[in-house]
């Protein structure tokens, strides 16, 4: 079975604040992917980054960066320097081939960023 | 590149009467997913296609939703007879192949109240 969890339901920053997104997940399967989505106001899910079981190192990717770590299940996402444009709901979520590929996703987190 | 079209944006129908929704995934993709997501949750799959069969299907509500594929391109989701607790956006989905670590394009969704 897969399950993941946001516990944070709702963030509210001021522009150029940063924002940390925490995820939780569960596997039980030792090859998955986890990966972010943004959902903004119109509705439709852009995929923001993604990251196999295999590799914990962090990155960086313009103002996101993630933190992954195997040891308690996480999988923690992070805007710098917030923009207005952020506002949204971001989702973590989670496949793996075990699960037939399933994507599985969290309950979300909804980011609003006043200016 | 054209992206996942679904229509249509908005439908309101009363409990009881039928209903459905039209996804045209984008140009070569195999892999044809339809998502619920109720207000204030993430998305939960209803049914994944591979061309033009059936992949997963596990939490389809079988005695009232149908989805097909026919051509292995577009793809209709029907609800009938729709209840209440179906008010909810529909999310159609596409990826090239349907492997564990390929990101999701969605569409914009289709916004259904039952009353």
């Known amino acids: 079975a897969q399950k993941v969890t946001q516990a944070q339901t709702e963030i509210s920053v001021v522009e150029k604040e940063d924002v940390t997104l925490d995820c939780v997940y569960e596997?039980?399967?030792?090859?998955?992917?986890l990966f972010w989505y943004k959902q903004p106001p119109s509705g439709e899910l852009v995929f923001l980054i993604r990251?196999?079981?295999?590799?914990?190192q962090n990155e960086i990717s313009g103002r996101y960066s993630w933190n992954f770590q195997k040891s308690t299940s996480s999988f923690n996402f992070t805007i710098t320097a917030s923009q207005v444009v952020d506002s949204a709901v971001y989702f973590c979520?989670?496949?793996?081939?075990?699960?037939?590929?399933?994507?599985?996703f969290g309950g979300g987190t909804r980011v609003l960023v006043k200016p | 590149e054209a992206g996942v079209a679904q229509s249509p944006r908005y439908k309101i129908i009363e409990k009881r009467q039928s209903v459905a929704f039209w996804c045209n995934p984008i140009?070569?993709?195999?892999?044809l997913y339809w998502y619920q997501q109720i207000l204030g949750q993430g998305p939960k799959l209803l049914i994944q296609?591979?061309?033009?069969?059936?992949?997963?299907d596990s939490q389809l509500p079988k005695d009232r939703f149908s989805a097909e594929r026919l051509k292995g391109v577009d793809s209709t989701l029907k609800i009938q007879p729709a209840k209440l607790e179906d008010s909810a956006v529909y999310l159609c989905?596409?990826?090239?192949?349907?492997?564990?670590?390929?990101?999701?394009?969605f569409g914009s969704g289709t916004q259904l109240s039952v009353l």
């Open positions: 990251r196999n079981s295999f590799d914990e």
């Open positions: 989905a596409s990826s090239f192949q349907g492997a564990t670590n390929e990101k999701l394009f």
């Open positions: 296609f591979q061309n033009n069969g059936v992949v997963d």
């Open positions: 979520a989670l496949s793996q081939k075990a699960a037939g590929n399933k994507l599985t």
């Open positions: 140009s070569g993709h195999a892999t």
């Open positions: 596997t039980r399967d030792t090859t998955y992917y």
